[in-house]
């Protein structure tokens, strides 16, 4: 071959250079590996400096193929295509080699490293040799935007879009918005009432002139692609007529039938068979639900309708679909709490003075079931002691090994609003204190100040079985205190499970809807812990808030802003850049047998029924191959991943083991399929 290649190393500060040898690897690659006409090492190739060197060797030494080994391809390729086509040279004739996620940090024996990154490097070179000049195409982005989750974060991200003069369509499947924080009386650290904070926020939303909230409304189908996407909405049917309710709440209070309010009152309340989840609700309309309508049970009643001042009660009303274009997505669907029952030694539902979290969030929300009394579950009786158990199903390899990253703070403010309001004794069971967060530390030492206990152990039991004098009627948890290195029961009146955070129930079906990827525990995964928090790795769609992992109320409001930041960037560029390293179907081969229709992770692939052959849709495609190995009749081609490519770079690793190689780059395959 003729090509002329530059190789440039990087240190990666010591990253790469603590363990592998770069100036001896750089040296090799220019005496060994046939074409290299340059290789250099240098502290950090990713900096100005560094892509200077490449963009200088590519305009004076003419080169015409560039290997970096360095990082990851994911976290620097597009750095390095850049610095290609800065000085004139196709990005795609470019590639890397892993030498830090792939070596210096999994290989531990040095020899072996030097000789796995010389591997790296000779078959880098020898594939770039046979990649082809490939050329990005453009395609426009659909202003309008999705956001799914009526949470603080989709409210946060909604509003800055609508008021940069963006368009939002706004799903909530709940009849009003306001996730969990809706649920709350005081937020920490600095205890301000979260309705004072979030109701405005609400009322915003319902108000603004760019946003058309949906609620009660869920995604039923996606697809398209970044810029342009379809999506299928379903609105369902909440039997109260939009157009006439003024949301008087007349129908509320003549409904005769009342239910458990099992998800905004946690079961603590009641509410009627129609009903808004809270008077402050945002969209003001209440919903029928049919499962309690006594009119849906038995065919009569109506009262609702009858006394209903403008007429809006309609029973024959049904579910509306609602196809919408956007050209970007964001989800924030939240979490759901820890099942409190799944770890039945804490009692949870057999001993009644036993309370979750988010019951005790109810409890104490002076628009709550008991207007913010803190009594135990007889309604009436305060309590005198209280134990906060910590890490409910968090940190726990029997559950989810994770820390829920609030219920340290939540149990802190927990313990002040008991002692501000009963002035009982407050015992907090803790494995560590996590408060590092602007204003936590401070807000932990507020509680020292204020007397709550602190106990450092994991609570082994809370029982009611009275051993000792003084046990009798009360609830006993049981612990190792593992600072005085005892064993501790400690009788209160009352215990509250800071039930962990768990991912949606339903996290890893709308994962697969919106084709992004989610973690083992169903969280959404981010492209980049550090770099795009909030970008996943399907372009277009965004991410925010507690669907992503746990956070507070700052970090998830940091995220809704940094998500609509995102989509304004694309919606302002106008046009976005599709990859072209995708695959390609040559319908001459292709037998129609569909095989590959399936497997397509990223739904890329669609079937002409009039040509009987299948057809990749390229804005979709990511180029992962999956298709190209699974057809049977070689019909698909990926573009960066031809066979020539991949047979010269295997050959390439395999530097000291096939005869001949190293200073050889690979002949083409024969049976190469059309690239
Ligand atoms: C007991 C407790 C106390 C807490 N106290 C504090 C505190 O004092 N201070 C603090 O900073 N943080 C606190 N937090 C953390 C706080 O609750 C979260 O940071 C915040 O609520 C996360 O908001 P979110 O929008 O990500 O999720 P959520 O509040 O869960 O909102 C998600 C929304 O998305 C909707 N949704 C879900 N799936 C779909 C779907 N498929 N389609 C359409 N809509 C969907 C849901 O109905 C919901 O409205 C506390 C948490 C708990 C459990
Ligand atoms: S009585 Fe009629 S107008 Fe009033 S809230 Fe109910 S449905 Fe709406
Ligand atoms: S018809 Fe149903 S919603 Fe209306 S008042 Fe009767 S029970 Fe309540």
């Not at 209160?492 to 919106?514: T, W």
Request: proline share 4%; glycine share 8%; charged share 25%.
């Amino acid at each position: 071959m003729t090509e002329k290649v530059g190789v440039y190393i990087c240190h990666c500060g010591s990253n790469i250079a603590g363990e592998i040898d770069v100036e001896g690897l750089a040296k090799w690659a220019k005496e060994n590996l046939d074409g290299v006409v340059v290789a250099r090492d240098y502290k950090f190739m990713c900096s100005s400096l560094g892509q200077e060197l490449i963009e200088d060797d590519i305009k004076n030494e003419g080169l015409t193929r560039v290997v970096v080994g360095a990082c990851s391809p994911h976290l620097h390729g597009k750095t390095f295509r850049r610095a290609c086509a800065n000085a004139g040279l196709n990005p795609y004739l470019c590639q890397m080699a892993s030498l830090r996620e792939q070596v210096s940090w999994v290989t531990e024996d040095k020899e072996l490293a030097n000789t796995k990154a010389k591997a790296l490097i000779s078959g880098a070179v020898h594939r770039v040799q046979y990649q082809k000049e490939l050329t990005a195409t453009e395609v426009p982005v659909n202003p309008n935007t999705l956001v799914v989750g009526g949470g603080i974060a989709g409210i946060q991200a909604s509003l800055e879009l609508a008021d940069a003069g963006y368009q939002v369509y706004l799903v909530e499947r709940e009849p009003s918005i306001g996730g969990h924080m809706a649920q709350f009386d005081k937020t920490f650290p600095t205890l301000d009432c979260a309705a004072c904070i979030l109701t405005p926020r609400m009322s915003d939303v319902g108000a603004h002139p760019n946003i058309n909230l949906l609620s009660y409304s869920e995604v039923e189908e996606v697809s398209g692609y970044v810029g342009n996407f379809d999506v299928r909405l379903r609105k369902r049917a909440r039997y109260v007529n939009e157009d006439d309710c003024t949301g008087c709440g007349i129908c509320i209070d003549k409904c005769p039938k009342k239910v458990i309010d099992d998800v905004f009152e946690a079961g603590l309340g009641y509410r009627k068979a129609v009903y808004r989840p809270f008077p402050q609700a945002v969209p003001k309309f209440p919903v029928i639900d049919t499962e309690s309508c006594i009119y849906f049970e038995r065919g009569t009643c109506k009262a609702c309708e009858k006394f209903c001042p403008t007429g809006a009660i309609d029973f024959e009303q049904e579910d509306t679909l609602l196809d919408i274009k956007v050209g970007n997505i964001i989800l924030a669907t939240g979490f759901d709490l820890f099942d409190t029952r799944r770890i039945p030694q804490y009692g949870y539902g057999r001993l009644a003075n036993v309370f979750t979290s988010l019951e005790f969030e109810r409890l104490c929300n002076a628009a709550g079931p008991t207007e913010g009394k803190v009594v135990m579950r007889d309604g009436v009786t305060q309590p005198k002691s209280v134990a906060i158990i910590h890490c409910v199903g968090s940190r726990d390899v029997r559950y989810n090994p994770y820390c829920s990253a609030i219920c340290c703070m939540a149990s802190l403010k927990f313990g002040h609003l008991v002692m501000e309001k009963t002035g009982a004794e407050v015992y907090s069971f803790y494995i560590d204190l996590r408060t590092n967060q602007k204003g936590y530390e401070e807000f932990y030492n507020r509680l020292l100040e204020e007397g709550m206990h602190f106990i450092r152990g994991r609570v082994a039991e809370v029982t009611d079985a009275a051993r000792m004098p003084g046990e009798e009627g009360k609830l006993i948890v049981q612990a190792e205190d593992t600072l005085l290195g005892t064993q501790r029961r400690v009788p209160v009146d009352m215990v509250i499970l800071m039930a962990g955070l768990e991912s949606r129930a339903d996290a890893h079906d709308v994962a697969l809807k919106f084709g992004i990827s989610c973690s083992m525990a169903g969280w959404f995964t981010e492209r980049h812990p550090k770099l795009a928090p909030v970008a996943t790795m399907t372009d277009g769609i965004f991410i925010a808030g507690t669907c992503q992992g746990p956070k507070d109320i700052p970090a998830t409001v940091a995220q809704g802003a940094a998500a609509s930041a995102s989509v304004q960037s694309m919606i302002t560029r106008g046009k976005v850049e599709i990859e072209p390293i995708v695959a390609t179907i040559h319908e001459e081969n292709c037998s129609g047998c569909r095989i590959c229709n399936d497997l397509c992770p990223f739904n890329a692939i669609d079937f002409d029924e009039e040509k009987k052959v299948s057809v990749i849709n390229q804005a979709l495609c990511k180029g992962c191959g999956t298709c190209v190995a699974a057809c049977p009749a070689q019909a698909i081609s990926g573009a960066h991943f031809s066979n020539d490519e991949i047979i010269a770079e295997i050959e390439g690793l395999l530097f000291d083991t096939v005869s001949g190689n190293g200073a050889k780059a690979a002949e083409p395959a024969k049976d190469s399929v059309p690239a």
